[in-house]
């Protein structure tokens, strides 16, 4: 839907600018930019194009506005008043996916293909008629990444201009050229670019710039003839961060005027049409309220000046996208932002008083507003005044749910604020949490933050795991995941405010979010309550570390560990903290409770027996487990490495109640993937060399020893009643007496074995590499059925469950596949996208699935009908565990998540 808006705000603001201009005696008064506005917006779903061709899905000019879209149409538009002229057509089926679209005079390029074909269809097009003008085929190398010190062009590999078009034709040296006229494109001139230089190039309307650092260590900015691919003008930059083994860093932005940004290592230019230089950054940074305004440079964070004179433009701070220009006479940039936020929007192009902006799924038309200056165009005319102190939006009683003796250390921000935009509250003590608070943007009024907020939370949704049982339109709290580990934040607005709240600590931000909401509202929206959580029959505990073990459920307790080294006991009914203890290192590897006690490895070499009910240690000891640990019989084994790198292992059986050691086996040549021993009277044990090894439990003694696959493969366990499932990564299958190791059967099948075999219900269902689930006689060893998925999805993992006479089988297509266990007839199958999936499993009549996306689906056996789906925020790391009519689960967001059966 197109939507336009009006402009009598602008009409009544000239009207009184001119009415008080009348009067003789009256000063002069000037108008200034003071405000982009929307004039109109239209849907925009084709992106805004991906490597490695660079090019743009969308095009401007002062005549029309060119959209390509999904369907391989191209939607011309009017650029004042967005109204539709006309669609190109995608051309007979099957259309090739448009890859880029350019107006360049009175003529439309289109340019169809796919990324990882060489070849594409290059196309002029009559922009006023729709005409075909002239179709070629265009060869375009694939990108593939250059190789450590080559030399590479970086840049749009087709460039239109008024005056011809520019395509390269390689990546990569040599860098071949190739000229075309824009009426009947045909090549004009081929050339190929001097060796031994990296290249940057942007085009504008009537040249295209090519950036250079050349093996001379020179660095030059240069325009070129788009019609003879002949040099005009060029001029050599310094840069002062010239790294040893290379060039340094380089980036080209050009608009349609001709003016030019060069950013060169720690250093940025500015050049104008003619080649003169315009400004350096220190200079052109001293942005001052703009007087007068040439068409957009770019668009993204407010530019600032570094002391080593770099031009920051993605520094993240204030909230909102701005569209900076040049000014011609000055050489210095003037910038006023938008109503969308700097991460998620980009720059199509701009016209006179019109700049076409992409973002939030749309194309936005907007004009440039001229008034009386009433404030800091820095701040959208907002008073300096009007921001609030960020130290002052909470209090010590606030931080005391955290510890007592938080102090708060304001910012050193914009001077121009007489009040700190930023704060940080300092825990008591080193193993606190530091708290974040910044104040993201005021705006001139409430629905104009509440826009504001809306486009940044839908951006943190598509990049960052959310916590979903808190999100409301004024509130969202999520996770990122940074080199330290995963951080908590929460984005929140109230009246005009926007203000983010960030810590290391996710249990932090979670206490502190709410306290931070009531008190915006109480400041600017006084006897407003916030709306009360939504109440779900189970909770959401958040960690510090993306959860890698299941969740362990056990005398109304849950017992989980997260990758930041921490142990913690929940509340089963309420998901209340009853206590929780750090490792001191990341958890990894499944834990076990027994006996009262909780056993726990990190992947720092520890090994902690914590009491159940308090968390207090009862032992520790240095140990490098390679694995997850299984308790039997009052003892724990674990796979062990010494030292940690070791290709070697060793199985280990400890005392539980001491960590004594009782017995250590090695089985022969390496164990790259232990896999989880089976426990028991016998211990059993596979390996990577095609062995399976019975142990006896209280010496460690060998019992027996079976050869079920090669000397390099691995082998994996399974055991039903007195039987063990031995399956090699040859595809040998065998079941063994688990007292004597007697082969009752052996059997091979046609693929790969990758998976844990899973035996019931009279078989034994195995898990190809290739996506294909095998389902053999328990008693015979007999083949009884295969049922085969395509597809060639990354980090693919078969996993089953059986039940009902069905079994459930994920597949290689990212699907489960409900398949009778007589006879692998498929039932029904469903979608499980991208990603890994956590499950399945089989359930109180239920069958239980977490998707790649991270929604946990609860399924009918029988059809597959959905009875209820809850997204998590965040990939789920865990198999689903039932217990009590819940399902516990853990997952990458560092969420240990309880939900209704």
Same mark, same amino acid.
Request: proline content about 7%.
């Given at each position: 839907?197109?939507?336009?808006?009006?402009?009598?705000?602008?009409?009544?603001?000239?009207?009184?600018?001119?009415?008080?201009?009348?009067?003789?005696?009256?000063?002069?008064?000037?108008?200034?930019?003071?405000?982009?506005?929307?004039?109109?917006?239209?849907?925009?779903?084709?992106?805004?194009?991906?490597?490695?061709?660079?090019?743009?899905?969308?095009?401007?000019?002062?005549?029309?506005?060119?959209?390509?879209?999904?369907?391989?149409?191209?939607?011309?538009?009017?650029?004042?008043?967005?109204?539709?002229?006309?669609?190109?057509?995608?051309?007979?089926?099957?259309?090739?996916?448009?890859?880029?679209?350019?107006?360049?005079?009175?003529?439309?390029?289109?340019?169809? *293909?796919?990324?990882?074909?060489?070849?594409?269809?290059?196309?002029?097009?009559?922009?006023?008629?729709?005409?075909?003008?002239?179709?070629?085929?265009?060869?375009?190398?694939?990108?593939?990444?250059?190789?450590?010190?080559?030399?590479?062009?970086?840049?749009?590999?087709?460039?239109?201009?008024?005056?011809?078009?520019?395509?390269?034709?390689?990546?990569?040296?040599?860098?071949?050229?190739?000229?075309?006229?824009?009426?009947?494109?045909?090549?004009?001139?081929?050339?190929?670019?001097?060796?031994?230089?990296?290249?940057?190039?942007?085009?504008?309307?009537?040249?295209?710039?090519?950036?250079?650092?050349?093996?001379?260590?020179?660095?030059?900015?240069?325009?070129?003839?788009?019609?003879?691919?002949?040099?005009?003008?060029?001029?050599?930059?310094?840069?002062?961060?010239?790294?040893?083994?290379?060039?340094?860093?380089?980036?080209?932005?050009?608009?349609?005027?001709?003016?030019?940004?060069?950013?060169?290592?720690?250093?940025?230019?500015?050049?104008?049409?003619?080649?003169?230089?315009?400004?350096?950054?220190?200079?052109?940074?001293?942005?001052?309220?703009?007087?007068?305004?040439?068409?957009?440079?770019?668009?993204?964070?407010?530019?600032?000046?570094? /002391?080593?004179?770099?031009?920051?433009?993605?520094?993240?701070?204030?909230?909102?996208?701005?569209?900076?220009?040049?000014?011609?006479?000055?050489?210095?940039?003037?910038?006023?932002?938008?109503?969308?936020?700097?991460?998620?929007?980009?720059?199509?192009?701009?016209?006179?008083?019109?700049?076409?902006?992409?973002? /939030?799924?749309?194309?936005?038309?907007?004009?440039?507003?001229?008034?009386?200056?009433?404030?800091?165009?820095?701040?959208?005319?907002?008073?300096?005044?009007?921001?609030? /102190?960020?130290?002052?939006?909470?209090?010590?009683?606030?931080?005391?749910?955290?510890?007592?003796?938080?102090?708060?250390?304001?910012?050193?921000?914009?001077?121009?604020?007489?009040?700190?935009?930023?704060?940080?509250?300092?825990?008591?003590?080193?193993?606190?949490?530091?708290?974040?608070?910044?104040?993201?943007?005021?705006?001139?009024?409430?629905?104009?933050?509440?826009?504001?907020?809306?486009?940044?939370?839908?951006?943190?949704?598509?990049?960052?795991?959310?916590?979903?049982?808190?999100?409301?339109?004024?509130?969202?709290?999520?996770?990122?995941?940074?080199?330290?580990?995963?951080?908590?934040?929460?984005?929140?607005?109230?009246?005009?405010?926007?203000?983010?709240?960030?810590?290391?600590?996710?249990?932090?931000?979670?206490?502190?979010?709410?306290?931070?909401?009531?008190?915006?509202?109480?400041?600017?929206?006084?006897?407003?309550?916030?709306?009360?959580?939504?109440?779900?029959?189970?909770?959401?505990?958040?960690?510090?570390?993306?959860?890698?073990?299941?969740?362990?459920?056990?005398?109304?307790?849950?017992?989980?560990?997260?990758?930041?080294?921490?142990?913690?006991?929940?509340?089963?009914?309420?998901?209340?903290?009853?206590?929780?203890?750090?490792?001191?290192?990341?958890?990894?590897?499944?834990?076990?409770?027994? /006996?009262?006690?909780?056993?726990?490895?990190?992947?720092?070499?520890?090994?902690?027996?914590?009491?159940?009910?308090?968390?207090?240690?009862?032992?520790?000891?240095?140990?490098?487990?390679?694995?997850?640990?299984?308790?039997?019989?009052?003892?724990?084994?674990?796979?062990?490495?010494?030292?940690?790198?070791?290709?070697?292992?060793?199985?280990?059986?400890?005392?539980?109640?001491?960590?004594?050691?009782?017995?250590?086996?090695?089985?022969?040549?390496?164990?790259?993937?232990?896999?989880?021993?089976?426990?028991?009277?016998?211990?059993?044990?596979?390996?990577?060399?095609?062995?399976?090894?019975?142990?006896?439990?209280?010496?460690?003694?060998?019992?027996?020893?079976?050869?079920?696959?090669?000397?390099?493969?691995?082998?994996?366990?399974?055991?039903?009643?007195?039987?063990?499932?031995?399956?090699?990564?040859?595809?040998?299958?065998?079941?063994?007496?688990?007292?004597?190791?007697?082969?009752?059967?052996?059997?091979?099948?046609? *693929?790969?074995?990758?998976?844990?075999?899973?035996?019931?219900?009279?078989?034994?269902?195995?898990?190809?590499?290739?996506?294909?689930?095998?389902?053999?006689?328990?008693?015979?060893?007999?083949?009884?059925?295969?049922?085969?998925?395509?597809?060639?999805?990354?980090?693919?993992?078969?996993?089953?469950?059986?039940?009902?006479?069905?079994?459930?089988?994920?597949?290689?297509?990212?699907?489960?596949?409900?398949?009778?266990?007589?006879?692998?007839?498929?039932?029904?199958?469903?979608?499980?996208?991208?990603?890994?999936?956590?499950?399945?499993?089989?359930?109180?009549?239920?069958?239980?699935? *977490?998707?790649?996306?991270?929604?946990?689906?609860?399924?009918?056996?029988?059809?597959?009908?959905?009875?209820?789906?809850?997204?998590?925020?965040?990939?789920?790391?865990?198999?689903?565990?039932?217990?009590? *009519?819940?399902?516990?689960?853990?997952?990458?967001?560092?969420?240990?998540?309880?939900?209704?059966?």
């Amino acid at each position: 839907m197109l939507t336009v808006f009006g402009r009598r705000a602008g009409a009544i603001l000239l009207v009184v600018v001119l009415a008080a201009c009348s009067s003789a005696d009256a000063p002069r008064l000037s108008l200034v930019p003071v405000e982009w506005r929307v004039a109109w917006s239209a849907p925009a779903d084709a992106g805004t194009g991906e490597p490695p061709f660079e090019t743009p899905r969308y095009a401007v000019s002062d005549r029309a506005v060119a959209m390509a879209t999904r369907q391989g149409t191209v939607r011309i538009h009017d650029p004042r008043t967005g109204e539709l002229r006309r669609t190109v057509p995608a051309g007979p089926a099957p259309a090739a996916p448009v890859t880029g679209v350019w107006i360049a005079a009175d003529t439309l390029v289109v340019s169809r *293909g796919t990324p990882d074909v060489a070849a594409h269809a290059l196309i002029g097009l009559d922009l006023a008629t729709g005409a075909t003008l002239w179709r070629r085929t265009i060869a375009v190398s694939t990108h593939r990444p250059p190789a450590i010190g080559a030399v590479v062009y970086r840049g749009p590999r087709i460039m239109v201009t008024e005056r011809g078009i520019v395509v390269f034709e390689r990546p990569a040296e040599p860098f071949d050229l190739q000229a075309l006229d824009l009426r009947t494109g045909a090549t004009t001139v081929r050339a190929t670019y001097p060796r031994g230089c990296d290249l940057q190039g942007a085009a504008t309307a009537r040249s295209v710039m090519l950036l250079s650092y050349c093996a001379s260590s020179q660095v030059r900015l240069a325009s070129m003839d788009p019609r003879t691919l002949r040099p005009g003008w060029a001029r050599l930059l310094s840069s002062l961060a010239s790294p040893p083994d290379g060039g340094p860093p380089m980036t080209l932005t050009a608009n349609a005027e001709g003016y030019v940004h060069a950013s060169v290592g720690e250093e940025d230019f500015f050049y104008g049409p003619d080649g003169r230089p315009a400004s350096t950054a220190s200079e052109a940074a001293r942005v001052m309220n703009p007087t007068r305004w040439s068409t957009p440079l770019f668009v993204g964070s407010y530019p600032v000046a570094a /002391d080593n004179g770099a031009l920051f433009l993605h520094n993240g701070w204030p909230l909102p996208a701005y569209l900076t220009s040049l000014d011609p006479a000055t050489g210095r940039l003037g910038a006023l932002p938008l109503d969308l936020p700097a991460r998620s929007v980009s720059l199509v192009g701009a016209i006179r008083d019109l700049a076409f902006v992409y973002g /939030d799924g749309r194309l936005s038309a907007y004009k440039l507003s001229y008034g009386l200056s009433h404030g800091s165009a820095r701040f959208g005319g907002v008073p300096a005044s009007a921001w609030p /102190d960020a130290c002052a939006l909470l209090a010590g009683r606030d931080l005391s749910v955290l510890a007592d003796g938080y102090r708060a250390v304001p910012g050193q921000d914009d001077p121009a604020l007489p009040k700190p935009a930023t704060c940080d509250w300092i825990p008591p003590t080193d193993d606190g949490a530091v708290v974040s608070l910044s104040v993201e943007w005021v705006s001139p009024s409430s629905a104009a933050a509440r826009k504001l907020f809306t486009a940044e939370a839908d951006a943190v949704k598509g990049a960052d795991a959310v916590d979903l049982t808190t999100q409301r339109p004024d509130f969202l709290s999520y996770t990122v995941a940074r080199t330290n580990g995963l951080h908590g934040a929460t984005i929140v607005t109230a009246g005009p405010v926007i203000v983010r709240l960030s810590s290391t600590s996710r249990q932090a931000v979670r206490l502190l979010s709410p306290l931070l909401r009531d008190n915006l509202l109480a400041r600017y929206r006084p006897g407003a309550r916030a709306p009360g959580p939504v109440r779900e029959r189970g909770w959401i505990h958040p960690t510090d570390g993306a959860v890698h073990a299941e969740p362990v459920v056990a005398g109304g307790v849950v017992y989980a560990t997260s990758g930041d080294g921490t142990v913690s006991a929940l509340d089963a009914a309420t998901g209340g903290l009853r206590w929780s203890f750090r490792t001191g290192g990341p958890v990894q590897f499944d834990h076990v409770v027994m /006996d009262g006690t909780v056993f726990v490895a990190n992947t720092s070499g520890r090994l902690t027996a914590l009491d159940a009910a308090t968390g207090r240690p009862r032992w520790s000891r240095r140990l490098n487990v390679a694995g997850d640990l299984v308790g039997a019989a009052g003892r724990l084994y674990a796979w062990t490495r010494s030292p940690a790198w070791s290709a070697n292992a060793d199985v280990v059986a400890l005392d539980a109640a001491s960590g004594r050691r009782a017995w250590a086996f090695r089985p022969e040549g390496d164990v790259l993937n232990p896999d989880p021993v089976l426990a028991g009277d016998v211990v059993h044990v596979g390996g990577d060399h095609g062995m399976v090894y019975a142990l006896a439990a209280a010496s460690g003694a060998r019992k027996w020893r079976f050869r079920a696959g090669g000397a390099r493969d691995h082998t994996y366990l399974a055991r039903a009643g007195g039987v063990v499932y031995a399956a090699s990564t040859d595809g040998e299958v065998h079941a063994l007496e688990a007292a004597s190791g007697k082969a009752r059967w052996s059997s091979e099948i046609a *693929g790969s074995v990758d998976f844990r075999p899973v035996a019931a219900g009279g078989a034994v269902y195995l898990g190809g590499r290739d996506g294909t689930t095998y389902a053999l006689d328990a008693a015979s060893g007999t083949r009884l059925w295969r049922f085969r998925t395509e597809g060639d999805k990354p980090g693919y993992r078969w996993d089953a469950a059986v039940a009902s006479g069905l079994v459930y089988a994920t597949g290689a297509d990212s699907m489960l596949h409900a398949l009778d266990a007589a006879t692998g007839a498929s039932r029904w199958s469903f979608p499980l996208g991208k990603g890994r999936p956590a499950g399945p499993v089989a359930a109180g009549g239920t069958i239980h699935i *977490g998707d790649g996306a991270g929604t946990l689906h609860a399924l009918d056996p029988a059809t597959g009908t959905v009875r209820r789906s809850f997204p998590t925020g965040g990939p789920i790391e865990t198999r689903p565990v039932v217990a009590g *009519g819940f399902v516990y689960v853990g997952g990458s967001n560092g969420d240990i998540s309880k939900l209704s059966e």
